[in-house]
């Protein structure tokens, strides 16, 4: 089972964070950023570099390399630990909890704000499934996690940019709270997954709830989400309102699949209230609807 990251980072000192940034700072120029790198970077004397490095690396935060050369890069441990330095920093996160939940693509964690509030920190690791195979098959597998990295930095990045927009637009989304490098902060919804949710009062009410926070996206923030699904819809317990969540893979309405995403995310939600609830909102109305061709439904 992967270690819980807020545990490894309590056992870090500030200089074990600062040789973690240098390595950081030069990975995408070197596969395994080299030990004189290192050190004439962090300003520190060689003992204390290679003290530090042998602690990171028996935490498995950085991997060693003694090749033609030495050199270390960052785990995505590491790179989980620089992520959390940040976000304590500038008071976004006061403490990590528990795992909420492991999905596809992230790990998230159920966490504390400075002022005392549930938020949950994901951890975006795009490609893990395909990665592992990579590993498996032994193929690449260096060079693959230092571009994972990124592409979960960028990943979180769009994610926390989707989140921000919606939410000035009245998209019902959970209430971002920041990010750092492939971690998205936000607040903890009190609730269930549409999917698990019991008995609503008023399923109607529901889908057009969720249907209006789609066709805001779409008309005011000009997005489509792309994975809309029982599975990314959280319902709130004490008001019973939907919650749209998992925005990565949004795409602008400009782009060419935007049209078929659309279609399907409408498809797929007024299906599920068909199939389950007898709720009958026609698609092609409900994407007239979304597409703000029609006022109302
Ligand atoms: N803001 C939140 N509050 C409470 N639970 C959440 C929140 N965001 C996500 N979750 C829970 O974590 C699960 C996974 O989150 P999600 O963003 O869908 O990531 P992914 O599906 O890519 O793993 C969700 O199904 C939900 O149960
Ligand atoms: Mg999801």
Known sequence: MPVNPGYVFKQLTSRDLKVLRVIEKFMKKYEYVPLEVIVSKSRMIDKD??????????LKLVKRYRGDYTGYRMTMLGYDCLAIDDLVKRNIVYALGPKLGVGKEADLYLGLSPTNEKIVVKFHRVGRTSFRQVKRLRVYAEEAEVSWLIRSAISAEREFKALIECLKAKVRVPKPLGRSRHVVVMKH???VLLLKYRKPLNPEHMLRLILDSVRRAYTIVGIVHGDLSEYNVMVKLDTEEPILIDWPQYVEKEH??????????????????????SVKIPVEEALKYVRGEIEKI
Do not use: H, M, Q
């Not at 060419?256 to 609830?277: C, H, M, N």
């Open 256 to 277: 060419p699949s935007a049209p078929i995403l659309l279609e399907r995310d409408v498809k797929y939600i007024t299906g599920f209230f068909k199939r389950k609830y």
């Open 49 to 58: 570099v290679s003290l530090t490095l042998s602690k990171l690396s028996g």
């Open 189 to 191: 919804i009190n609730g």
